[in-house]
């Protein structure tokens, strides 16, 4: 059984910068996509980004585009996500997930999701 623990979160203003990490155990890490999802009060989970397996492909959601960057390390069972530029509209619970099922990486596709990290960006 797989886990995922995500870490790094925290309160920083406008304009700062933050990166996440989530570490897995429990399953062999390198053959499974990874994503990053959020989700805000009062609003329902969304897609942030993805990772391939072997990092050959990432995935955004226009929102984080050209702000945020996935990656990963195999050999820590790591994925991590650097986040630049933070808006308060980044506000939110950031989980990560193991993609399990074909498909596109922006749907839900997706297992064994972490406890999640607060962010909180402040004007």
């Known amino acids: 059984q797989v886990q995922l623990a995500e870490s790094g979160g925290g309160l920083v203003q406008a304009g700062d910068s933050l990166r996440l990490s989530c570490a897995a155990s429990g399953r062999t890490f390198s053959s499974y996509g990874m994503g990053w999802f959020r989700q805000a009060p009062g609003k329902e989970r969304e897609f942030v980004a993805a990772?391939?397996?072997?990092?050959?492909?990432?995935y955004y959601s226009d929102f984080v585009k050209g702000r945020f960057t996935i990656s990963r390390d195999n050999a820590k069972n790591t994925v991590y996500l650097q986040m630049n530029g933070l808006k308060p509209e980044d506000t939110a619970v950031y989980y990560c997930a193991v993609k399990t099922s074909s498909g596109s990486y922006y749907g839900p596709n997706y297992d064994t999701w972490g406890q999640g990290t607060q962010v909180t960006v402040s004007s």
């Open positions: 990772i391939s397996p072997s990092s050959n492909n990432k």
